[in-house]
């Protein structure tokens, strides 16, 4: 196996990533064929783009500013209690937590292993994490979804990390706000997609409203997952790892065939500009704009299009039990929430003030 050494640097005014390696035929041609690689007769290295694209790819990514802080704030907890924190990183290993719920657990456990300073953790019973519940809520004044995030994290770790049964069960939780989804008219998604002329940009908008995606699920969406002769489009594991079909907009084909030929993506339906999928943080910067170009001064994310498209399949009369299967949900109280938003039955109930 050929040695291939990597180092970071400038070059005319570009950061860059210098790639190093012994002469040989087929290595030389794969680096080559990457979007932006060069080669610099200064340095007698080939080079390209220092992005999260190329870092990821040669194993050269930093670390977030979450871990570096974490890292750092590591000195805050006792040798015993980081043994703990480090059995319980595992067992949520083991259980094959998505990596959000793993960073979200460790960073709300970390907090009780804080305050409890030289304090074992294992030598806590259900009253004293009782109140340190009390000290969150009064003190520290944590919303209601921290609270109850703190909670299942310290649940996970008596319960499925020392066995504890029904630990937290006496320890009373806050009660959820109670939100409605937001919605955007009909009217206006239409103004926001005609605004919208960048081909690749109105095709992942357009998506993910035309199937209700999430933000992940239209990024992680590949090539061979479209089936455009069914009509059908495989979302895998997505949330809850679940994977499900939903049906592709009959509309849409022709333009995803022009998508499909203008930017020929390899492995990804969307891709970066060097490969690799698409940002999530970049298709919510899109949907932004578009929401300032079509005039929507409304405080929505881009989950607001699959909202809209569950609230507008309600409206058209789509049986309630068919769109929790579209949307991937597990319980369809979840779906349900979608009744408060669209009745034409309450909107058609006239106010008395109406009638004076």
């Not at 083991?94 to 460790?106: D, E, F, G, I, Q």
């Not at 066995?163 to 069960?169: L, Q, S």
């Not at 499900?244 to 969307?270: D, G």
């Amino acid at each position: 196996m050929k040695t291939v050494t990597y180092s970071f640097g400038t070059h005319r005014d570009q950061k860059v990533i210098f790639i190093y390696f012994d002469y040989d035929v087929v290595l030389h041609n794969h680096i080559k064929s990457l979007v932006g690689s060069k080669w610099s007769q200064t340095n007698k290295a080939w080079y390209v783009p220092d992005n999260e694209t190329y870092r990821n790819l040669f194993g050269l990514a930093e670390k977030s500013e979450w871990e570096k802080i974490s890292q750092l704030s590591l000195s805050k907890i006792s040798p015993e209690n980081i043994a703990a924190l480090n059995r319980f990183v595992e067992t949520l290993q083991l259980k094959a937590y998505s990596p959000n719920t793993m960073r979200t657990y460790r960073a709300e456990f970390c907090q009780l292993l804080y305050a409890l300073k030289d304090v074992f953790v294992d030598d806590c019973d259900a009253e004293k994490i009782r109140s340190y519940m009390l000290y969150c809520t009064n003190h520290l004044k944590l919303t209601e979804n921290t609270l109850h995030s703190r909670l299942n994290a310290i649940k996970f770790y008596f319960e499925k990390v020392l066995h504890r049964e029904r630990f937290t069960y006496d320890i009373p939780r806050p009660k959820k706000p109670s939100k409605l989804p937001k919605v955007i008219n009909a009217w206006d998604i239409k103004v926001l997609l005609e605004k919208t002329t960048n081909l690749k940009h109105n095709t992942m908008l357009k998506l993910c409203y035309g199937m209700g995606l999430r933000v992940s699920e239209i990024v992680n969406l590949k090539i061979i997952d479209v089936d455009s002769k069914n009509k059908t489009v495989f979302i895998e594991r997505a949330k809850g790892k679940k994977d499900r079909y939903v049906n592709l907009p009959e509309s849409i084909l022709a333009q995803l065939r022009e998508y499909y030929l203008e930017y020929k993506p390899k492995v990804y339906l969307f891709e970066g500009q060097y490969g690799g999928a698409y940002s999530t943080r970049s298709i919510q910067i899109i949907f932004k704009d578009a929401l300032t170009r079509a005039g929507i001064d409304k405080p929505v994310g881009i989950h607001s299009l699959r909202h809209s498209y569950a609230t507008h399949l309600l409206e058209n009369g789509t049986d309630i039990r068919f769109i929790q299967e579209l949307l991937g949900h597990s319980d369809i109280k979840t779906t349900f929430i979608y009744t408060q938003v669209s009745d034409p039955v309450v909107r058609k109930i006239e106010s008395p003030l109406d009638r004076l």
